[in-house]
């Protein structure tokens, strides 16, 4: 079983960065497939980046292209999203999770088996 834990969530001011990370425990970490979404209140759930299970391949919802970035470090079985030029429209909920393919469409949280339970961000402007 996959038990995801993210952290780093927290309260930033617009223009400003946070990282987020999520740590993976149960069968090897260097096999997981992550995805990063968000929800808003009153929102569906989004799709923020993925990354392979090696770290060579990414891809980034067109919203956070070019300002967050999806790593990681599997010697620390953790997946970090960084996130920079922060707007409130990027206030919600950050879940990671785990695909077991790393095949389009990456993007649906459908194909995702184990969440995380959430850490909260919040943009004020």
């Known amino acids: 079983q996959v038990q995801l834990f993210e952290s780093g969530g927290g309260l930033v001011q617009a223009g400003g960065s946070l990282r987020l990370s999520c740590a993976a425990s149960?069968?090897?970490?260097?096999?997981?497939?992550i995805g990063w979404f968000r929800q808003a209140p009153g929102k569906e759930r989004e799709f923020v980046a993925a990354?392979?299970?090696?770290?060579?391949?990414?891809y980034y919802a067109g919203s956070v292209k070019g300002r967050f970035t999806i790593s990681r470090d599997n010697a620390k079985n953790t997946v970090y999203l960084q996130m920079n030029r922060l707007t409130p429209e990027d206030s919600a909920v950050y879940y990671c999770?785990?695909?077991?393919?790393?095949?389009?469409?990456?993007?649906?949280?459908?194909?995702?088996?184990?969440w995380g339970q959430g850490t909260q961000v919040a943009v004020s402007s």
């Open positions: 149960g069968r090897s970490f260097s096999t997981y497939h």
């Open positions: 999770a785990e695909v077991q393919t790393f095949t389009m469409p990456v993007t649906l949280a459908e194909k995702y088996d184990y």
């Open positions: 990354i392979n299970c090696s770290g060579s391949m990414t």
